[in-house]
């Protein structure tokens, strides 16, 4: 019975070593994919409240010459807490609506062609700008009668 055990466990051993050395006849030709540096971009910002904002960043693709304004997508999102999005085209040209603080930005750029995302984070703080406060008074007469 021992003898049978032994006989079946090194027929299995013998199956496994001879699988281990079928040769593998993958595709290894790989190519490299579009990257994207992006430039123009400071690492921080003070902006203030229902100000114009803009910041114009510079893509330099490595596989194509960037001319196909439709290649790819953007998104300008503000992270405090929640995720906000703030602006969807290449360069950010608007208004700040956000409430005041400090905010981490994340510029995110995807590929439509190879489906890759690229992301750029900086900060900006948030500033009220001058804020009035207003002050109203009345006054009251008594009429005795």
């Given amino acids: ?18 699988s281990s050395c079928v040769s593998d006849e993958g595709n290894y030709n790989y190519t490299d ?3 994207l ?4 971009i400071d690492n921080e910002y003070t902006v203030y409240t229902g100000e114009s904002f803009k910041i114009s ?3 330099n693709p490595t596989k194509d010459d960037g001319t196909d304004p439709n290649r790819y ?8 807490g929640t995720r906000t999005v703030i602006g969807t085209t290449k360069d950010f040209d608007a208004a700040i609506k956000l409430s005041p603080g400090q905010y981490k930005i994340y510029y995110l ?4 062609v190879t489906g890759v995302t690229w992301q750029t984070e900086f900060l ?4 009220v700008t001058g804020v009035t406060k207003k002050q109203d008074y009345f006054t009251m007469n ?3 009668a």
């Avoid at 540096?37 to 123009?40: E, H, L």
């Avoid at 900006?124 to 500033?127: A, L, M, R």
């Fill in 1 to 18: 019975m021992i003898k049978k055990i032994q006989i079946k466990i090194a027929v299995m051993l013998l199956l496994i070593l001879a």
């Fill in 33 to 35: 994919i579009n990257t």
């Fill in 37 to 40: 540096n992006v430039t123009g």
């Fill in 57 to 59: 960043p510079n893509l």
């Fill in 73 to 80: 997508t953007f998104e300008w999102v503000a992270l405090k």
């Fill in 109 to 112: 750029i995807t590929d439509k």
């Fill in 124 to 127: 900006i703080t948030d500033k």
């Fill in 142 to 144: 008594v009429v005795s």
